[in-house]
Each structure stands twice: as structure tokens, then as C-alpha cells.
């Protein structure tokens, strides 16, 4: 069998090329007529399923450009393209065609136009017909008409094989893609990498050149091989979907041959034809479960796995400003690439710079393990014994379902030296976390009658009004004053009734003396300083004609003043001869004396 | 000299709150109490009870303000902001809230250049709190009545120098402050403003309720100048000088 294939090659590699060069002239000449077709094969796909555009150009065995094709994006995936060019020559006629076939996946149900492919081909722009395709989920792969290239659901197939369908948020989920066939599989690319949402995605290597292996599945002995394997982590709770992964697969398949010669040239016996397929795996849900809420610490920051968290500084004394190193590693399983850095107390006159970070993930096993080295450099600014306190970090175990910690040691240091003062110790601008209002008012309100103004409050107007009365007050006092300094006769005549008094009372001491002369004298004195007094006239040349013309000018009525007068002449009869009157008359004279006097004094008002 | 003391006292006794709102501070310290509980209903329905009750202060407004910004409603919170702001102008309290408020609205409105003489003379007349206003005007003004008294009654040189300086001295204070008073409490020159309560409002070119005539649309929150009325409806006018028609409705006056 090999040598003759061989032979086959050999033959054709000779004389094909001699006989396309013998065509070659009256190509030329046939390119007249350029007609171009395209069509989709199979119409009906099921959803997932594989169908081809096929574009034929007839009369042309190259195109200008690349066609362009229509928009397919939305209902379906790209996978390949062949193209294949062919020579007929029937009854002197040579016909050459060149195909071009475009291979999809369809993503979504429907029906769905495929437009018009242009082609440029011999310097015209060629348009196809629009094709139809329907996708649906009615068909079954196998009910989808025979597969161009007859090859069973059975035959060739793809399982994602999952380590748990039920796990913990964050917590890895191992996923091989085992292609399982019965025919010979010459080659294979991965063409369609699910994307999974909701997943930290982490690929690890599958062991080298895939392990491939041979298993009974159903009775049925297949050749098994892991194309590629990936580790998830769920990013959130809920029910997830792995997506499907999809495979072009190269296999060599025999068809049924209807002759000998038909058989020899579609090369089943020397060139066993080489069929390409895509197969895709079965999308998986995943039940994740999220992170219980009791028991969990304050340092655990979402690894589900394990962790191991050591710490050590290269040196256990320093001197101030110089700088130490303090390695911080974390080693353990679990999705360590999303690991939040750690939160470390340091020592507030301590200068952190940000730290250096190493990782290393080993993935060569199923479970992904490695370490994470935080390497922070630290310059003490003051001198001390100086402690770093432990360093915290909590972790789940899906396996127990609970929470663990682990913690470094404190680490000590010895600092000597003097403190650096002034060192830019990491002073920076108070940062605002978060705007908010300012905090309501706790004092006293002051509390007004809406709708009131200041003068229905109590008091406003004795505070308006009273110093205004006591100015005025004040005024007229100030008049008084002025004009008892200025006019004599105001001032005399405001004196007068107090001088009166004065002397009347003078005489009251007099008279218990029991001097009547000396006592009318006095009363005489009291009657005419008074009535001097008030009408600004020298006391000593006081005429009691003159002071009687002087008040009626005055316009004091005759009624008020004769009391006065016949009280003061009856004082100047008694000057001269006494009366033995008793206590009790003289008593009562200087009633009648204040009496005049008062009288005088209304009269004068 | 006696009088003066008087007076003086009875200036203190006026500062005082009137009788009948001795109670109604306890609405206000429950209020206060709830707030800080996280009760924010139960504190805006006590401040609000006090309102309610015909009385008016700057500091139960400011409450009510920050009592509706965390219930999350923002054009109320202005709206008492804006209240609070009328009577305790030049509260930085008030005019931080406010300001945070203010940027959390749907209309982003520049305001207009002012001519700088009303900053200056807003500034003036925001310069200290009413009630130390009101015990500057009145001890200005009783000083001053004090040393025309001492001028009138007393004679000196060192009283008529020293009485005269004192009472030209507390007559400047008390024009000026007099004035300030004045212009707070008669609301002098102070234009109608409203704050907008519905989510959206349609400004209209004419007082007319038709939609074509629609020129702007302002959203809850925004402050407005109302310049007249027109029945049911009000001549607003924005910050930035833009003009419009609204109803009455959907304002709430400041």
C-alpha cells in the first residue's frame, strides 16, 4: 500500500503539472463568461453545528481580492476556509471553476439571510444571490442530512470532563477538554476557546505531546487524548455555565467509492482524503455556592485553598535611616494571582516603601500552587526596640468548608542611632474619603414666630422708648440748670418759697422763745424776701405799694395777695407795738402767713 | 445712671425666647435625639411638628435640610437649606450643606457675574448672627443715649470730650448696624426665591399651558427668582439670566 501511494505521488507530481501547463493557453481564452454562485450547505444546521458557505466562480480559477462576505457575526463563528479550482473539459470545452468554501458554527437560533458575496474576479465585481440558512435546536447533529464528510456523532466527539460541579465561590474547578475518537485523527486545532464568563480563567498545560490513551466507552474501544485543561475559579455565586470549547479536526476517512477509477483519483486508496470537522464539547453547569458569612475573619480577603504566610528581616538590628528588608511569603493553593496585597501594621515612625512582588505558579499539577513574595524595604526614622507584628491572612477550605488563618511571627528589631527629624516620614495631605453633609445643629435654637419681627419681642420697646424719655428728662433738667445759672430773677424766684420756708421755720424757733417782737420780725422777713425773691427786687428798698402794683401788673388777682399784704402789715404793727397774743395765735399766724404765701406763689404761676 | 442699668437688663430679658416656645424646643432636642439614632423620619416629623407650630429658626431649618439630604431628598434639603440660610446668613454650616446639595442636582447652572458692591454689601449683611446683631444695635444704641445724657447733664472738659467721642463713636455703630438689622428684619432688597420640588418642569415663553411653547426644562432642586405672577402662574427667573413661565405648583417659595 505505502509504495504504491508513493508511486501515485510520484506519477501525478510528473504529469500534472505538465498537463495544467498544456491548458494554460486556452484558459485564457475561455475566461469570457464569469458567473458566480454561493450557496449553504447544509440549509438546516442544528445550533453548534458546522455549515459552509460555499462560493463558486465559474469561468476563472483565481479572483482578484478576497471576497468580501457578508456580516455573520451575529448567529455564527468563523472557523476556515478551503478553496479549490477545477478543470473540466467537455467536448472541447474547458471549464474552470475555482470554490472557495468558508466553514461556520452556528451560535444562534434562527433564520438568517446571508447577503450578497462580492467577488472580483478579471476586473468585473461579481454579486451572488442571498442564501438562506435556518438554525435550530429541532435538529439533532445526526438528523442534520448526512455530514459532508460522514463521519459519526459516535465516531469523533469532545467531553469537558469537570473535577466538581459543585463548589465554593473562588474555589478551582479543573476542566479538560478529552477529544474521544474512532478514526484517525491526523491533526486537530483549537479554534473556539470558550470564554467563560464569571471565571478567573487559569489554562495549565497539558502533559506533554497529550498523553494519548486508549479506553472502552460503551463497548466501544476509542483513542482518548486531553487537548487542553484549565483550572476555574468562579468569580461570584450562582449557577455558571462552562462553555462549550470547539475543535477542528483534520481525519482521514474512506468513502464508499462507486468505481475503481473514482476511487483512485478521490485518492481513498493512495490518498485517503482528508476531511475536516469540528466538533464541539457539551457546555457544563456549575453550581457555585458562595462564601458562608459567619466565622469569617477580618483578614480573609477571598482566597478559597490554603495559605502558609511567613515573614523574616534580613537583619535584627538597625541603625536609624538605614534601610532593612522584610520578605513576606505567601505560599499555598488557590487562585493566588487574585490575592489582595497584605495589610501590615507598621510602626508609624517607619518608612514603607511599596513593596516588590514575585510570584510563582507551579501548575503542572491540577491543583494550582505557588507562593507570592512580598519583599517591602523599611527605614526606621526613630530608635528603638522596634516590633512588626504579625501578618494575618485568612483563607477557606472548601474541603472542610471553613475558615482558617494563618500568621507570621512578630519580628523584632533594634534600632540604634538618633531619631531623623524632619525626614520626610511620609507626611501627605489629608485625603477626603467621603463627602458629607456637616452635622445638624445640637445648641440652642433661637426660635422666632415665623412671620414676627423684632418689635412684638418683649422689652423692644421699653429699650426703644426709655432712654428717648430720659434724654428729654435730661433736656429739661439741663434748661432748669442753665437758667438758674443765667437769670437772676428765675433763680431768685425758684429760691424764694425754700428761703420762705427757711425763715418761717426760723421764726417758729422764735416764737418758743417767747420774743414776740424778734418773732414777727422774722415772720416779716419770710413775707418780704419771699415776695423780693420772686419779683427780682432788692429786699432792702421793698415798698409794699410798689410790690402790690407790680403783682396786679402781673396780672395776679387782688383775692390771692391780700392775705399776704394784711399778713405783712399786721407784722409791722407788731414790730412796733407787740400784741400779748398766746402760743397757739402765733402758731396759727404763720399758718396763715405760709398760706399767703402759697397763694401769692399760684397766683404768680 | 440707674436708668441705663435698667434698660440694659431689660435689652437682656428681650433676647430671651418668646414663652410659648419653651416647649417647643423639645420637639427640637427629640428631633436632634432621633436624628442621631439614624431615625431620620422620625426626626424630620418632629422638627416638622415645630414648624408646623408657627415658628421659624435658622438652626431647626438646617436640621430639617440635613434630615431630608439623608432620606436622600435632595430638593427638599435645599429648599430648608435655602430657609435656614435666610436667617442664619453667613452660616458656614448652612452654606457648606447647601453647597454639597447644590452638586448633587440635575441642573448644572453657571450664575451670573455679580456687580461687586452686592457681594460686599450680602457680605455685610450676613457679617454676624441676628441675635449678636440685635445686642450690638442695642448696646450701641444705649451707649450712645448713655454719653448724650452724661454731655447734657454733666459739665467738664474731660466729659464733654471723652461724652462726645463715645457717642459719635456708638452713632456710626449703630447707623451702620442699625441698617444691617434693618435690611434682615423688613427683608430689604431680599427678591422671592423658590426652590423646584418635581422632577421636571417645562419653562414656558408665556404663562400658557402649552407644550409647544416649552423653551427650557429646569429638574428638582434648582433655585429660581420669582419676578411676578400671572394668576397661577410665576415669572421665574434662573441664575444664569434665563426667563420663564412656570406654575405655581411646582415651586416651594423659600
Known amino acids: 500500500m505505502r509504495g504504491l501511494d508513493w508511486a501515485a505521488t510520484v506519477f501525478l507530481a510528473i504529469i500534472v503539472p505538465g498537463v495544467a501547463a498544456s491548458m494554460a493557453a486556452p484558459l485564457e481564452v475561455a475566461a469570457v463568461q464569469l458567473q458566480v454562485d454561493a450557496s449553504v450547505s447544509p440549509s438546516v444546521v442544528p445550533l453548534n453545528g458546522q455549515f459552509t458557505l460555499e462560493v463558486e466562480l465559474r469561468g476563472a480559477n483565481q479572483v482578484d481580492a478576497e471576497p468580501s462576505l457578508p456580516e455573520l457575526g451575529d448567529f455564527s463563528r468563523y472557523i476556515g476556509r478551503n478553496s479549490s479550482t477545477s478543470i473540466q473539459m467537455i467536448g472541447g470545452v474547458t471549464t474552470v471553476s475555482l470554490t472557495i468554501q468558508y466553514r461556520y458554527r452556528a451560535i444562534r437560533e434562527g433564520t438568517f439571510e446571508i447577503g450578497a458575496v462580492e467577488v472580483e474576479a478579471g476586473g468585473q465585481v461579481l454579486r451572488t444571490r442571498p442564501v438562506t440558512l435556518t438554525v435550530s435546536t429541532e435538529v439533532d447533529?445526526?438528523?442534520?442530512?448526512?455530514?459532508?464528510?460522514?463521519?459519526?456523532?459516535?465516531?469523533?466527539?469532545?467531553?469537558?470532563?469537570?473535577?466538581?460541579?459543585?463548589?465554593?465561590?473562588?474555589?478551582?474547578?479543573?476542566?479538560?477538554?478529552?477529544?474521544?475518537?474512532?478514526?484517525?485523527?491526523?491533526?486537530?486545532?483549537?479554534?473556539?476557546?470558550?470564554?467563560?464568563?464569571?471565571?478567573?480563567?487559569?489554562?495549565?498545560?497539558?502533559?506533554?505531546?497529550?498523553?494519548?490513551?486508549?479506553?472502552?466507552?460503551?463497548?466501544?474501544?476509542?483513542?482518548?487524548?486531553?487537548?487542553?485543561?484549565?483550572?476555574?475559579?468562579?468569580?461570584?455565586?450562582?449557577?455558571?455555565?462552562?462553555?462549550?470549547?470547539?475543535?477542528?479536526?483534520?481525519?482521514?476517512?474512506?468513502?464508499?467509492?462507486r468505481s475503481l477509477l473514482d476511487d483512485f483519483f478521490s485518492g481513498s486508496r493512495f490518498f485517503p482524503s482528508q476531511e475536516a470537522t469540528v466538533i464541539t464539547s457539551a457546555p457544563v453547569a456549575v453550581e457555585v455556592l458562595p462564601l458562608p458569612v459567619?466565622?469569617?475573619?477580618?483578614?480573609?480577603?477571598?482566597?478559597?485553598?490554603?495559605?502558609?504566610?511567613?515573614?523574616?528581616?534580613?537583619?535584627?538590628?538597625?541603625?536609624?535611616?538605614?534601610?532593612?528588608?522584610?520578605?513576606?511569603?505567601?505560599?499555598?493553593?488557590?487562585?493566588?494571582?487574585?490575592?489582595?496585597?497584605?495589610?501590615?501594621?507598621?510602626?508609624?515612625?517607619?518608612?514603607?516603601?511599596?513593596?516588590?512582588?514575585?510570584e510563582s505558579i507551579d501548575r503542572s499539577d491540577?491543583?494550582?500552587?505557588?507562593?507570592?513574595?512580598?519583599?517591602?524595604?523599611l527605614i526606621p526614622r526613630s530608635p528603638g526596640e522596634k516590633t512588626i507584628p504579625p501578618v494575618e491572612m485568612s483563607y477557606f477550605d472548601a474541603e472542610s468548608a471553613l475558615y482558617a488563618t494563618s500568621a507570621s511571627q512578630p519580628?523584632?528589631?533594634?534600632?540604634?542611632?538618633?531619631?531623623?527629624?524632619?525626614?520626610?516620614?511620609?507626611?501627605?495631605?489629608?485625603?477626603?474619603?467621603?463627602?458629607?453633609?456637616?452635622?445638624?445643629?445640637?445648641?440652642?435654637?433661637?426660635?422666632?414666630?415665623?412671620?414676627?419681627?423684632?418689635?412684638?419681642?418683649?422689652?423692644?420697646w421699653i429699650v426703644a422708648l426709655l432712654p428717648l424719655v430720659a434724654l428729654l428728662g435730661a433736656l429739661g433738667l439741663r434748661k432748669h440748670w442753665d437758667r438758674l445759672e443765667g437769670d437772676v430773677a428765675y433763680a431768685r424766684g425758684r429760691r424764694a418759697g425754700r428761703l420762705a420756708k427757711k425763715r418761717l421755720a426760723q421764726a417758729r424757733v422764735v416764737m418758743s422763745e417767747g420774743d414776740a417782737r424778734a418773732f414777727y420780725a422774722e415772720v416779716e422777713r419770710a413775707l418780704r424776701g419771699f415776695l423780693a425773691d420772686k419779683l427780682n427786687v432788692a429786699e432792702a428798698g421793698f415798698m409794699s405799694q410798689v410790690a402790690e402794683e407790680e403783682l396786679r401788673r402781673r396780672g395776679v388777682p387782688g383775692v390771692d395777695t391780700r392775705d399776704y399784704f394784711a399778713c405783712l402789715g399786721e407784722c409791722d404793727r407788731a414790730r412796733f407795738a407787740p400784741p400779748r397774743s398766746s402760743a397757739e395765735e402765733k402758731s396759727g399766724f404763720l399758718g396763715r402767713a405760709a398760706e399767703a404765701m402759697t397763694a401769692v406763689q399760684e397766683g404768680l404761676s | 445712671m440707674r436708668t441705663v442699668v435698667f434698660a440694659a437688663m431689660v435689652a437682656i430679658a428681650m433676647f430671651g425666647t418668646p414663652p410659648s416656645a419653651v416647649t417647643q424646643v423639645e420637639f427640637y432636642q427629640e428631633g436632634n435625639r432621633l436624628y442621631q439614632e439614624g431615625d431620620f423620619e422620625g426626626a424630620l416629623a418632629s422638627y416638622l411638628r415645630l414648624v408646623e407650630a408657627g415658628f421659624e429658626s435658622g438652626e431647626v431649618y438646617y436640621n430639617i435640610g440635613n434630615t431630608y439630604f439623608k432620606l436622600g431628598d435632595v430638593a427638599p434639603s435645599i429648599l430648608y437649606y435655602e430657609r435656614a440660610r435666610r436667617l442664619l446668613p453667613g452660616d458656614a454650616d448652612v452654606q457648606a450643606n447647601l453647597d454639597l446639595a447644590r452638586s448633587l442636582t440635575v441642573d448644572e447652572i453657571e450664575p451670573l457675574p455679580r456687580f461687586w458692591l452686592f457681594s460686599a454689601l450680602d457680605w455685610w449683611v450676613g457679617l454676624m448672627s441676628r441675635t449678636l446683631l440685635i445686642a450690638v444695635v442695642a448696646a450701641s444704641y444705649l451707649v450712645g443715649i448713655g454719653a448724650v445724657l452724661l454731655l447734657v447733664l454733666k459739665r467738664g472738659a474731660?466729659?464733654?470730650?471723652?461724652?462726645?467721642?463715645?457717642?459719635?463713636?456708638?452713632?456710626?455703630?449703630?447707623?451702620?448696624?442699625?441698617?444691617?438689622?434693618?435690611?434682615?428684619?423688613?427683608?430689604?432688597?431680599?427678591?422671592?426665591?423658590?426652590?423646584?420640588?418635581?422632577?421636571?418642569?417645562?419653562?414656558?415663553?408665556?404663562?400658557?399651558?402649552?407644550?409647544?411653547?416649552?423653551?427650557?426644562?429646569?429638574?428638582?432642586?434648582?433655585?429660581?427668582?420669582?419676578?411676578?405672577?400671572?394668576?397661577?402662574?410665576?415669572?421665574?427667573?434662573?441664575?444664569d439670566g434665563r426667563v420663564g413661565w412656570v406654575q405655581v405648583g411646582v415651586l416651594e417659595t423659600i
Do not use: C
Not at chain 1, 473556539?192 to 478567573?200: P, S, T
Not at chain 1, 493566588?336 to 513593596?355: K, Q, Y
Not at chain 1, 491543583?367 to 517591602?376: D, F, N, V
Not at chain 2, 409647544?212 to 397661577?232: M, Y
Open chain 1, 141 to 257: 447533529a445526526a438528523g442534520a442530512g448526512p455530514d459532508p464528510s460522514g463521519i459519526g456523532a459516535e465516531d469523533l466527539f469532545m467531553v469537558a470532563e469537570v473535577s466538581k460541579t459543585r463548589v465554593y465561590e473562588n474555589e478551582p474547578i479543573e476542566v479538560s477538554y478529552r477529544l474521544f475518537t474512532r478514526l484517525n485523527v491526523s491533526s486537530y486545532s483549537l479554534f473556539d476557546l470558550a470564554e467563560n464568563q464569571g471565571f478567573w480563567v487559569e489554562e495549565v498545560p497539558g502533559p506533554r505531546n497529550s498523553q494519548v490513551e486508549q479506553r472502552v466507552l460503551d463497548g466501544q474501544p476509542y483513542t482518548t487524548a486531553v487537548l487542553r485543561r484549565v483550572v476555574l475559579f468562579p468569580a461570584g455565586p450562582g449557577t455558571k455555565t462552562i462553555e462549550p470549547m470547539s475543535v477542528e479536526a483534520s481525519v482521514r476517512v474512506r468513502r464508499q467509492t
Open chain 1, 294 to 358: 459567619p466565622g469569617r475573619p477580618r483578614s480573609f480577603t477571598g482566597l478559597v485553598g490554603r495559605l502558609d504566610v511567613s515573614a523574616s528581616i534580613d537583619r535584627s538590628s538597625v541603625e536609624t535611616n538605614d534601610a532593612v528588608t522584610l520578605e513576606l511569603i505567601v505560599e499555598g493553593e488557590g487562585n493566588l494571582r487574585g490575592l489582595a496585597a497584605p495589610i501590615i501594621d507598621f510602626p508609624a515612625d517607619f518608612e514603607v516603601f511599596p513593596p516588590e512582588v514575585t
Open chain 1, 366 to 377: 491540577s491543583r494550582i500552587r505557588g507562593s507570592r513574595t512580598y519583599e517591602y524595604v
Open chain 1, 411 to 460: 519580628l523584632r528589631l533594634d534600632v540604634t542611632g538618633d531619631a531623623v527629624i524632619g525626614a520626610p516620614s511620609g507626611r501627605a495631605g489629608v485625603e477626603t474619603l467621603r463627602e458629607d453633609i456637616r452635622f445638624i445643629q445640637i445648641g440652642p435654637p433661637s426660635l422666632g414666630v415665623l412671620g414676627g419681627s423684632l418689635a412684638d419681642a418683649p422689652g423692644f
Open chain 2, 158 to 239: 474731660h466729659v464733654a470730650v471723652w461724652g462726645r467721642r463715645i457717642a459719635s463713636a456708638s452713632g456710626v455703630v449703630f447707623f451702620m448696624f442699625g441698617l444691617n438689622l434693618a435690611v434682615r428684619e423688613f427683608e430689604l432688597g431680599q427678591a422671592q426665591e423658590a426652590v423646584v420640588l418635581q422632577p421636571q418642569v417645562d419653562v414656558l415663553s408665556a404663562p400658557l399651558d402649552d407644550e409647544t411653547l416649552t423653551i427650557f426644562t429646569v429638574h428638582e432642586g434648582t433655585k429660581v427668582r420669582i419676578d411676578r405672577f400671572s394668576e397661577e402662574w410665576a415669572e421665574v427667573v434662573l441664575e
